[in-house]
């Protein structure tokens, strides 16, 4: 990574929709300190993971895919760049989440919660990248946050056993959690991965 590609990458994403998006996940996560001892620490994390994981989204917007053919980068090295940017704008508002959401007592281990959170986070940037690559849009944010929104909705509706947000922390239902948030920040990262291959070496 070039310091010159760095900064043509926050030019290209760091605008209101990922500022926006993580300032008012930082402004949640402050807001209801007074409730987090009230046992809504979690859901608050839950929250605060989705308006991330929607900010993250916006690193998939791809304004130089029209002339992608005349770049000398390789596209892995565009959205790479364009994700560690993201990273370093939605990683403070996450820690700072779990951070108080710790403090406060959370009823989830503080192990567990990082994967959760970096789980649910990982759907947004794999919607997003995953759009850019296989249904051709060039700016897949908006699309990748309905998703992310429809995901994280779904989350609530899933039977005990197959929950990501509410699980109980202790025995073969906590560990079959852990399980499944791995699972799902792994499967989010692969999807980036795949939607990263040049699509000429595709085929």
Do not use: K
Not at 43 to 66: F, K, Y
Not at 115 to 132: K, N, R, S, T, Y
């Amino acid at each position: 990574m070039t310091g010159s590609l760095l900064a043509a990458s926050w030019r290209a994403v760091g605008g209101p929709p990922l500022l926006v998006l993580a300032g008012v996940a930082a402004v949640l996560t402050l807001a209801t300190m007074p409730l987090l001892d009230d046992g809504f620490a979690d859901r608050v994390r839950i929250g605060v993971a989705m308006l991330l994981a929607c900010a993250w989204a916006t690193t998939a917007e791809d304004p130089a895919s029209e002339v992608a053919a005349a770049s000398p980068l390789a596209p892995w090295r565009r959205c790479a760049a364009r994700l560690l940017v993201g990273i370093c704008v939605v990683l403070p508002v996450a820690v700072l989440a779990l951070a108080l959401g710790e403090i406060r007592v959370s009823q989830t281990p503080l192990s567990g919660a990082v994967l959760q959170v970096i789980g649910v986070m990982a759907i947004g940037p794999a919607l997003g990248f995953g759009m850019w690559a296989w249904a051709g849009l060039s700016h897949p944010a908006y699309a990748a946050t309905v998703g992310v929104l429809s995901c994280t909705m779904a989350m609530w509706f899933l039977p005990a056993t197959w929950s990501v947000v509410q699980v109980q922390t202790w025995g073969p239902p906590w560990e079959a959690a852990v399980l499944r948030w791995t699972a799902l920040a792994v499967f989010g990262l692969a999807v980036m991965a795949t939607a990263w291959r040049d699509p000429l070496a595709r085929r």
